[in-house]
């Protein structure tokens, strides 16, 4: 159990039935995770993680199942068990197969070993890389339009997220 | 400087250069990166990160891409400054709008906070979490095709970056 | 200069300037600092965690000095240089000495040193610790009400704080 | 069971035992927890990890209970399970309520979250910051007293965790 | 169970069965560890994990057993249980005592300890520091040979790991 | 500059000058490091992380020159650039050289990998590793002595340091 009383549905006063009655809903599940169950013992706190999650995991220039790898490769990279399995499941769900999951794991190592390497080496930034940074170097400076964004068809899963919201 | 004399491209041996234009050819850049100058003062370390790198950068289940927008989000995770210049550098080039980077840092805001979260309150794993996502869960599990992967079109950038290697 | 470029405040949609106005106010400074100006590279974004932050910061059971102590020791936990400067500053303006920061920065050192000797050996969690705060414990139990609070005045600063939002 | 062997309270050397007792009495526990048992397999790991920890949680400039919600906040940042659960149940029996544990997380969720974005956007400390910080800043320099440290009065904490070490 | 389905050994194709008997002689077990059969989920993986793994592992200027240690103190830092078991079982197999954990877990603690420390104070590098390291320092530029490199004896250990790839 | 005023030599109190002298004397340095000069505007702060650090690298089990590298192991784990200087520095004196530095970092970058994939994919410790390691495994319980500790000859480093420290 965790180190706060879990709040069940049942118990839970409306203002917080109305955000676990969303939460059901935007993810298509049929349960209340024992993480909101948890943030509920300081309803405050319930809110304000959910709006921004939420806010955050909308489809917009990147896909929700996108999101999600992001989501399962910083929790891997800080190692939360339970946000692990959480956004694991959430990406299965999504499509995930193991070789996306195999290839996702395969960056989250590598950089995570190169990141390492590079502190402990002490290594200086590129005067080349802080240019092309910077400000958000030539991709964002008020040039002319040469620019080519990467297509990315929204996705159906974009669409189910966005109609499970309506 | 580094913590180890950096290896210039005119002083290096040659398996060493052999690497050099290697990396300047996979990622079209025309200067060899402090990162690699400075691994090549120990060859075997120069060898092995390269190469492992180059296969986990590889366009596959993902595309490069997201690839370099993940390696970001872990960087960031991890506050490694080399690093977040040279995967911003990179996910620029590719096509990483404002708008992007901006969703993108959301999503790795977002679940740092939640994972705190979680590990904060000592969170369990719901039944359901678990039962989604042992040895796989629905999805890796040999039962009938049911499973609709997300379609991804292979990008302009993924064919470009084959071209680079060819 | 960071990845995004900054929006000054000159610049900024009327949406953006209403709240580097209310984040002035709120700190009581006359300068609106990098961090926001640059997460207003992707409004949203800026709108959001502005809001959440402004949130968890409002003075309530634990007063704002407490808690920017806390931010402090979080951020140097995680070695953030920004977040670092950004909460000693707040934390001196609202009286942290030296002595304070010392103790501080003890209790930071202490026990990420203890955390790692935890997680080094794996020491298993006694059941008395479990006990103590599975569900909250006797603290969140319905129990006769034998707990005592510690007694915490609402400080000078918090009432400036409140102050400063009216 | 951790990966060294534990010391049980019967079979310790005296020297261990009086560090035992010591434990014992100044966190009004009668049991020794697993954590010291494990480092006993190391009697002079034992005994230098305790003097610095009983050191560092003193009350002084800041109370006891300030002290270990600071120790649950790195812990929380660091994921360390052992040192979660113990934080809270010490800091439970100094009276932190739902609401104050509610506020504590949403100072360490939020900072967790901002700390991993002036990172991920490489953002640079304003002159601002940079002089109100350094060498301790005005409050620091050796000026005339205009500076109020917040009133903090000893609380009933900080007699009892003193009347225990007397 | 891990959240991608476990290759066994009975069902591996014939290259990952190549891969895991040699991780079996390698290491001198007769299992294939969890980690391997679970990386075998997505095969290229494995194949660079182990490759890279193993050539890191060899030993040369540093002994196994040294390796074996870093490893573990890494590990710890990160908090990964599996890896702590995993190489703390490695470096118990090669001879690491009680005292040497001891002495292992003294440093990664203290170390953890001052990490947050320097960062927390933001302490500036001294100017000596800065060149006693920069390119390697002293014993990195191409100066007459003053340098003596410590004697480090090759080990027992050393030999056995020879004539296990053997 | 640091948070707080730094404490120069000529200003120091008795004890906090006594404390500078043990430090130059312990490194063989003729400077007190500007870590040390912070951690003087909390006296008992400084008088404990010195104690503390001091006692830890004292040579025993292992020798100093293999703490140091694991003292670099870990603050490049944590990406501490003043602790990564310090410790490079310290163990290019006691003879770490390029090989031995790239070893050490390949170590660092491989298992930084590995703890996330172990993580990332919640890989459960196998029941062999774990009887290896509970309570110290074979090597720790009382058996008959057939346990052969490496043999590790005390270095000329290690020689050094006593005489330093005598």
Not at 8 to 21: G, T, W
Request: aromatic share 6%.
């Amino acid at each position: 159990m965790p180190t706060a009383a879990m709040v069940e549905y049942d118990q839970a006063a409306p203002e917080v039935r109305a955000i676990y009655d969303d939460i059901m809903r935007t993810k298509s599940i049929d349960f209340v995770p024992n993480f909101w169950k948890t943030l509920a013992s300081h309803p405050p706190l319930l809110a304000r993680v959910w709006r921004g999650l939420d806010d955050s995991m909308q489809p917009g220039a990147l896909d929700v199942l996108t999101k999600e790898m992001v989501a399962l490769a910083v929790s891997a990279t800080n190692g939360c068990t339970y946000c692990i399995r959480s956004h694991t499941a959430a990406a299965r769900k999504l499509g995930m197969t193991d070789a996306m999951l195999g290839e996702l794991m395969a960056v989250v190592g590598t950089f995570n070993q190169t990141n390492r390497l590079a502190d402990g080496y002490q290594v200086e930034v590129d005067p080349q890389l802080m240019r092309a940074t910077e400000g958000g170097g030539a991709a964002a400076r008020p040039a002319p339009v040469e620019l080519k964004p990467v297509e990315r068809k929204p996705s159906k899963v974009k669409k189910k997220h966005r109609a499970a919201k309506a």
